[in-house]
Antibody, heavy 119, light 113 residues
């Protein structure tokens, strides 16, 4: 079992909300050393940072997605979540959750989960 | 946004030979005030998530073999594998974290010749 693991539906209908959860099992999500991030990779395209959250709830989003993204944290469950509203085919991708050393690089990644957007 | 452009897109190298992957940023990703270069390199093998290899452009992550090295500053960075092993077949990505909006290169696919 990886220290971070994504879960959620692999199929989302257009215009609906894509929702994923990342469970952190390799330590406390409440560490002051890390952000917790969502990154995606559409087929054949480069990796794209979606956003990050600190255990306190402070969030940082990619401006290109900010209007549709909500990242939240549940420290009691050692989980953080992604919601991306008004999904379109362009949102189809492998979605990764990752641990991010405060504001810098990503040192731990989940296995990734493929999300398809289709009716 | 800072654009990261890798070259080449794909590379075939013989076992035991040197592999070199380049990454160019659209603006400097180095701070002179702290002498740090805000670049990381990742390795992604088929069916696996990316794995951090190098950060601060030249610092190897714990457990990464010393045949992997990173260099560069300003806008030009390089990942070098000194003696290619079969297990190094993967796609390699650079990433800048100079800006809050961290961005990745398009990836370089490394194969055995």
């Amino acid at each position: 079992q990886l220290p971070v693991q994504e879960s959620g539906p692999g199929l989302v209908k257009p215009s609906e909300t894509l929702s994923l959860t990342c469970t952190v099992s390799g330590g406390s999500i409440g560490s002051s050393h890390y952000y917790w991030a969502w990154i995606r990779q559409p087929p054949g395209k480069r990796l794209e940072w979606i956003g990050s959250i600190f255990y306190s709830g402070s969030t940082f989003y990619n401006p290109s997605l900010k209007s549709r993204v909500t990242i939240s944290v549940d420290t009691s469950k050692n989980q953080f979540s992604l919601k991306l509203s008004s999904a379109t085919a362009a949102d189809a991708a492998v979605y990764y959750c990752a641990r991010q050393l405060i504001g810098v690089y990503f040192d731990l990644w989940g296995r990734g989960t493929l999300v398809t957007v289709s009716s | 946004d800072i654009v990261m452009t890798q070259s080449p897109d794909s590379l075939a190298v013989s076992l035991g030979e040197r592999a070199t992957i380049n990454c160019k940023s659209s603006q400097s990703v180095s701070y002179s005030s702290n002498n740090k270069n805000y670049v990381a390199w990742y390795q992604q093998k088929p069916g696996q998530p990316p794995k951090l290899l190098i950060y601060w452009a030249a610092t190897r992550e714990s457990g990464v073999p010393d045949r992997f090295s990173g260099s560069g500053s300003g806008t030009d960075f390089t990942l070098t594998i000194s003696s290619l092993q079969a297990e190094d077949v993967a796609v390699y990505y650079c990433q800048q974290y100079y800006s809050t909006l961290g961005t990745f290169g398009q990836g370089t696919k490394l194969e055995i010749k």
